[in-house]
């Protein structure tokens, strides 16, 4: 029962060779470098999946300088480990992943693929999402839709569908000063991987721009945190009833940019139990020995994909 309950958001980014088989049918629009405001230095607020960052891309300037209203975004990485909201979608082993987005003015969409280890053995996760991004005075908004899909699962005896939901997200970003940054977003779910429970994930980032002069020719970096809490209704009845356990997650890392590549150094950590963590997850590989819950937990089993984490991740994005 609490197996099939494991939860939240699974979520995206991609077999890196779909970006690049695309990319020169874009020809010249798509530009081989970033921009100050892309998403290496993004402040990173769990509100979409993916190995890369999830801030949007920029414009993309027209020979005459001017900006133009189309926009195109092609990435691919690879990652030691893939965390969303702090917990693992990859068993703590590598992933790797790609992703693209097309822009018209105010109005985007995308997609993404992404390799995962989850306890219903999908053969990928892929995400469609699509939103607008107005700009409100210096404030960068971004309002979102995101569906989440797993093909391939395996479904548990008993449990009627699989693990396929969406999620709708809000997101402002904006500068304080020159190298300051803060980013704030809000995300809300009727039915988080097809659970039953509702979710709501709220989080606070801030980012720092370290000074170019620092730092060797061509290269780029920002120091960025953030923190969320993640919250639940009650799970269907097949499913216990009981919601999913609540929990904070932080992280803070460096992200370096040279180019069309990018690094970013983080670490990752939950206040969950590793008894919280097997009812939020429904670890495989959960072990015994943990304090014995009737309802949620009844074996006392533990889980390790909640635990803290460092996280090296490097990707590519062309523009």
């Not at 975004?73 to 030691?80: E, L, N, V």
């Not at 609540?246 to 206040?271: E, H, M, P, Q, S």
């Amino acid at each position: 029962m609490v197996e099939f309950s494991r939860a939240s958001g699974r979520i995206v980014a991609i077999t890196a060779l779909v970006a690049l088989s695309l990319a020169p049918a874009i020809g010249g629009s798509v530009r081989a470098q970033t921009h100050d405001d892309d998403a290496a230095g993004s402040i990173n607020l769990g509100a979409r999946g993916g190995l890369a960052a999830e801030a949007p891309v920029a414009t993309v300037p027209r020979q005459d300088g001017a900006p133009s209203s189309y926009e195109f975004s092609a990435r691919a990485g690879f990652a030691s480990d893939y965390i969303y909201r702090g917990v693992t979608l990859s068993d703590h082993k590598p992933a790797v992943g790609a992703g693209l987005e097309v822009a018209l003015g105010l109005l985007y969409a995308g997609a993404t693929v992404t390799s995962v280890e989850l306890p219903s053995r999908p053969a990928a996760e892929i995400t469609m999402s699509g939103g607008v991004r107005p700009k409100l005075w210096d404030i960068n908004l971004d309002f979102g839709w995101t569906y989440f899909l797993y093909p391939g699962e395996t479904v548990p005896v008993g449990v009627p569908a699989g693990i396929e939901y969406w999620e709708a997200a809000a997101r402002a970003d904006t500068r304080i000063g020159e190298v300051l940054r803060v980013a704030g977003g809000f995300a809300y779910s009727p039915n988080v991987s097809n659970t039953g429970a509702w979710s709501k994930y709220a989080a606070f980032g801030l980012g720092v721009d370290l000074p170019r002069n620092a730092l060797p020719q061509d290269v780029t970096a920002s120091l960025t945190g953030s923190a969320g809490y993640y919250w639940f209704g009650n799970q269907s009845a097949a499913l216990g009833g009981f919601p999913l356990p609540a929990y904070l997650n932080w992280n803070a890392g460096v992200t370096l940019t040279r180019k069309i590549f990018n690094l970013d150094l983080r670490y990752y950590d939950t206040n969950l139990s590793k008894e919280d963590c097997f009812v939020f997850t429904g670890d495989p590989n959960a072990a015994p020995g943990g304090s014995i819950d009737s309802v949620r937990n009844p074996q006392g089993l533990t889980s390790r994909w909640c635990s803290p984490t460092f996280v090296a991740k490097f990707w590519f994005a062309l523009q």
